[in-house]
Every structure is written in structure tokens, then in C-alpha cells.
């Protein structure tokens, strides 16, 4: 059972919701963005989503935009994301999943990176831009190395397709709650529950929602018909404010908080 399986079926026997937060590796800069991951953790994420920052982010909002741009203007790499988990690790046993675009890891080379980043303590990896029917290179290397292949589905994806990508996939289904890009919204598609509920039936992994949860409310409904919430934006929005100073890992994990508390 991978670290990922195990933190799932931990939630279940416990009756909670799993909380999975998205940081962008080396936002604002190298040492603060290791000092938000740990915060985070310590604030009560199930799960890390690391980002790798890529220039052209196509599925990701001006948020997330800025903080890829942020994060590469700092000299952030593939390599040097691969070493912040590494370092993270050190201290937090909780699952990393690496959140990224392919062309960063097409030109680091796929297999060698899914080498390096189970070696760096990483336990899956999510590819924004491959779809199910192209991801005959990748996943299986993820899979030879000992990576979780996170499949993504969204309101557009047919419950047949789904269920292609969820057999070719371990650890959770992230399942996109909206027709569109990242980015705090304040509530969701009337119908995403429904959705949700349709594709947990269809599903044998558990199914995390993301894009658009932004306040521990948005996180509790979502908590009654997923089995874990995805929240990225809304914490990379406190990284933008506070920037490097002191008080910004303290302000995430506040928020991280108040987010897991309304799944337990």
C-alpha cells in the first residue's frame, strides 16, 4: 500500500475528509516556499500538491500564473524542486504529490525524473496536460519507480473515459470541479455534487475535488460527497501577500487549519 493509499483508507477509518493543498515549489523564493510546504503540514494537509512552475501553465489562473512567474524569475527548477522535497521530507512524513505540465519533465527526462523524485521521498505525480490516451510514456515509468500516476477528470470527461483513466491510475482521482482555469471562486457549480457522486460510483480510488475551493465552508460542502478537497489558490493567495516575511508561513497554517477542521 502506498503512502497515499494509506492516508486515504487512515481518513476513512477515522470518518474524515482529506484536506490536499497546492503550493508552488519556490514561491516567493527557494527558502520561504520550504518554510510554507512545512507549514501546511503542520497546519493539517493530508497531502501536498508541489508544484513544478512551468512558464506557460495553461490550466492554471493568474494566481497560479503569478506564482509559477514568481517562482522561475527565482531560478526554480526541476532539480531544485526535487531538492525541496527532499527536504521537506526530513521532517514531514505526510504524502508528496509533484503538480506539474509535461514539458518540464519531458525535457528532464521522464524516466530519470520519476527516478529522482521517488528517490527525492515523493509518492505520486500529476500531469496537468496529458490526457488518459497520451500517457503511455509516463505512467508506466511512474509506475516502474513507485509513483502514485494521479488521473484527472473533468465536467467534460465521459463516465466511460473516467473510468479508462481511474484503471490507469493509483492513489486519488482529482476531479475538476469546473469548465475552466484555477483560481478562488466563491461557490461552485450547482451541480458538481451530483457529478461528484456519479463518478464515485464509477471510481474504485478515492475522488479528491479541486479548482475553486477557497473558504473552510466551500471545504465542508465539499466534504459531503468527495473524499477530499483540493485547495490551491486560496493558499497560494497568502504566499502573495506575505511574500517572504516571518509571518506568512504562520498565516498559511491558520488557514490550513480552519480548512481541516471543517472535515473532520
Same mark, same amino acid.
Given at each position: 500500500?502506498?503512502?497515499?493509499?494509506e492516508?486515504?483508507a487512515?481518513?476513512? %477509518?477515522?470518518?474524515?475528509?482529506? *484536506?490536499?493543498?497546492?503550493?508552488?515549489?519556490? =514561491?516567493?523564493d527557494?527558502?520561504?516556499?520550504?518554510?510554507? $510546504?512545512? +507549514?501546511?503540514a503542520?497546519?493539517?494537509?493530508d497531502?501536498?500538491e508541489?508544484?513544478?512552475?512551468? !512558464?506557460?501553465?495553461?490550466?492554471?489562473?493568474? /494566481?497560479?500564473?503569478?506564482?509559477?512567474?514568481?517562482? $522561475?524569475?527565482? @531560478?526554480?527548477?526541476?532539480?531544485?524542486?526535487l531538492?525541496?522535497?527532499?527536504?521537506?521530507?526530513?521532517?514531514?512524513p *505526510?504524502?508528496?504529490?509533484?503538480?506539474?505540465?509535461?514539458?518540464p &519533465?519531458?525535457s528532464?527526462?521522464?524516466?530519470?525524473?520519476?527516478?529522482?523524485?521517488?528517490?527525492?521521498?515523493? =509518492? @505520486? /505525480? *500529476?500531469?496537468?496536460?496529458?490526457?488518459y490516451?497520451?500517457?503511455?510514456?509516463?505512467?508506466?515509468?511512474?509506475?516502474? +519507480?513507485?509513483?502514485?500516476?494521479?488521473? $484527472?477528470?473533468?465536467?467534460?470527461?465521459?463516465?466511460p %473515459?473516467?473510468?479508462?483513466?481511474?484503471?490507469?491510475?493509483?492513489?486519488?482521482?482529482? *476531479?475538476?470541479?469546473?469548465?475552466?482555469?484555477?483560481?478562488?471562486? /466563491?461557490?461552485?457549480?450547482?451541480?458538481?455534487?451530483?457529478?461528484?457522486?456519479?463518478?464515485?460510483?464509477? !471510481?474504485?480510488?478515492?475522488?479528491?475535488?479541486? &479548482?475553486g475551493?477557497? /473558504?473552510? @465552508?466551500?471545504?465542508?460542502?465539499?466534504?459531503? &460527497?468527495?473524499?477530499?478537497a483540493?485547495?490551491?489558490?486560496?493558499?497560494?493567495?497568502?504566499?502573495?501577500?506575505?511574500?517572504?516575511?516571518?509571518?506568512?508561513?504562520?498565516?498559511? %497554517? %491558520?488557514?490550513?487549519?480552519?480548512?481541516?477542521?471543517?472535515?473532520?
Open positions: 500500500m502506498s503512502r497515499i493509499e492516508v486515504f487512515s481518513l476513512a %477509518r477515522r470518518g474524515e475528509k482529506g *484536506l490536499v493543498v497546492y503550493l508552488t515549489a519556490g =514561491d516567493p527557494a527558502g520561504s516556499s520550504l518554510a510554507y $510546504l512545512r +507549514a501546511a503542520d497546519g493539517g494537509a497531502i501536498l508541489v508544484g513544478i512552475p512551468f !512558464s506557460d501553465p495553461m490550466a492554471d489562473g493568474p /494566481t497560479i500564473q503569478a506564482a509559477s512567474r514568481r517562482a $522561475l524569475d527565482g @531560478g526554480m527548477t526541476v532539480d531544485r524542486a531538492s525541496m522535497v527532499r527536504d521537506l521530507r526530513k521532517t514531514h *505526510l504524502p508528496v504529490v509533484l503538480f506539474g505540465y509535461y514539458n &519533465f519531458f528532464y527526462g521522464v524516466r530519470r525524473f520519476c527516478k529522482v523524485a521517488k528517490a527525492s521521498g515523493a =509518492d @505520486g /505525480t *500529476l500531469v496537468v496536460d496529458l490526457p490516451e497520451e500517457a503511455g510514456e509516463m505512467a508506466p515509468e511512474a509506475r516502474m +519507480a513507485g509513483l502514485d500516476w494521479i488521473p $484527472l477528470a473533468s465536467p467534460t470527461s465521459s463516465l %473515459r473516467i473510468r479508462k483513466a481511474v484503471d490507469s491510475g493509483s492513489g486519488f482521482l482529482y *476531479l475538476i470541479s469546473v469548465t475552466g482555469i484555477t483560481g478562488a471562486r /466563491t461557490s461552485l457549480p450547482a451541480d458538481v455534487a451530483a457529478w461528484a457522486k456519479a463518478v464515485k460510483l464509477r !471510481s474504485r480510488l478515492p475522488v479528491a475535488v479541486g &479548482f475551493i477557497s /473558504t473552510p @465552508g466551500m471545504a465542508r460542502g465539499v466534504a459531503g &460527497f468527495a473524499d477530499a483540493v485547495v490551491g489558490s486560496a493558499c497560494v493567495k497568502i504566499v502573495e501577500k506575505h511574500g517572504a516575511s516571518r509571518t506568512g508561513p504562520e498565516a498559511l %497554517r %491558520r488557514f490550513v487549519r480552519s480548512l481541516k477542521k471543517e472535515l473532520r
